[in-house]
């Protein structure tokens, strides 16, 4: 499968826990975004990254989120200390090796995150 | 403040008509466009990307750009009960790395 890569697709947690959410882009892409998408509500942007860069994370909130996306492996979005806010879809998408957020954008599957 | 606004519909039409769909944006410098179609519980699915004025066509789909008028549209010809989904207006605003999503506008092809 050449898609955009998202696990798991189903992540419960408990409030506090910790959350683990991996993406692997399309063969050939280097860009990485990483999107939640809250119920009722569009998909809002968290975080852009190439390898081993993160190159706009306007969209992260300020505690408790961190992403990465090392030169091996895929990208990792972290979501330390959960609460019931963060359960949301998280996806994630890839574009080409071309300057700026006007390339098509692919989205993976999606992680469903549930808190408890 | 950038937006990204659509009617949340529900717009329904029935099988075999044109279905219209409607984005106006705030940034007059955008220069991306692009159409996804979500169906519940799925992932974004790109459909059309447009970036100069005019329309844009491929198979049953049609994008039309007006940046005078910050609208960008989607018309979707002989509509099909498979087409029922959320589709989703996005524009990378000008300086912007990001998409920026409207809310989406819920179709229902009626058989």
């Known amino acids: 499968n050449a898609g955009v890569m998202q696990n798991p697709r189903h992540l419960v947690r408990r409030r506090g826990q910790e959350a683990r959410l991996r993406c692997s882009p399309m063969?050939?892409?280097?860009?990485v975004y990483w999107y939640r998408q809250l119920p009722e509500e569009g998909l809002k942007f968290m975080v852009y990254?190439?390898?081993?860069?993160?190159?706009?994370e306007s969209g992260m909130p300020k505690e408790r989120f961190s992403a990465e996306f090392p030169k091996e492996g895929p990208s990792i979005l972290r979501i330390q200390q959960v609460v019931r806010g963060d359960s949301a879809a998280y996806f994630c998408?890839?574009?080409?090796?071309?300057?700026?957020?006007?390339?098509?954008?692919?989205f993976g599957d999606g992680t469903r995150l549930s808190i408890l | 403040q950038k937006e990204v606004e659509q009617n949340s519909g529900p717009l329904s039409v029935p099988e075999g008509a044109i279905a219209s769909l409607n984005c106006t944006y705030s940034?007059?410098?955008?220069?991306?466009f692009f159409w996804y179609r979500q169906y519940s519980g799925k992932s974004p699915e790109l459909i059309m990307f447009?970036?100069?004025?005019g329309d844009k066509e491929d198979g049953r789909f049609t994008a039309q750009l007006n940046k005078a008028s910050q609208y960008v549209s989607l018309l979707i010809r002989d509509s099909q009960p498979s087409d029922s989904a959320t589709y989703l207006c996005?524009?990378?605003?000008?300086?912007?790395?990001?998409?920026?999503f409207g809310t989406g506008t819920r179709l229902t092809v009626i058989p």
């Open positions: 940034d007059r410098g955008s220069q991306s």
């Open positions: 063969k050939g892409h280097s860009h």
């Open positions: 990254l190439q390898k081993e860069n993160i190159i706009d």
């Open positions: 998408a890839s574009s080409p090796p071309l300057t700026g957020g006007n390339q098509p954008q692919h």
């Open positions: 447009i970036y100069s004025n």
């Open positions: 996005a524009v990378n605003f000008a300086g912007a790395n990001n998409l920026f």
